[in-house]
């Protein structure tokens, strides 16, 4: 049985990794400067324990309160994917 990508789900997904990572602390790593030595060399870590931990803290964070918005505040959840939405749009859809 061949799966079809739900197009809902795949707009709801693109945008809640853009509110959860995308717009997070991530972002400020991503700004930096390419490390000229080491950022060609899967060998080297380019993210350290402490940002690793930030990073994810702040996306549980965020999802957590998305996940509370989607059931308690259906239209605050709705703005808020539509939020993200409008930073994923051009993102490719998710493989299945």
């Excluded at 717009?23 to 991503?30: F, M, S």
């Excluded at 964070?61 to 709705?78: E, F, P, S, T």
């Amino acid at each position: 049985m061949k799966i079809r990508l739900d197009k809902a789900r795949a707009i709801e997904a693109k945008a809640i990794v853009a509110r959860a990572f995308r717009n997070g602390p991530i972002e400020d790593l991503h700004a930096g400067k390419v490390c000229p030595v080491c950022s060609a060399d899967p060998n080297y870590s380019r993210i350290s324990d402490a940002e690793m931990k930030a990073l994810m803290k702040a996306a549980v964070n965020q999802i957590y309160k998305l996940l509370w918005l989607r059931d308690h505040d259906i239209d605050g959840y709705a703005e808020a994917v539509g939020h993200g939405h409008r930073y994923s749009r051009h993102w490719d859809d998710p493989d299945i």
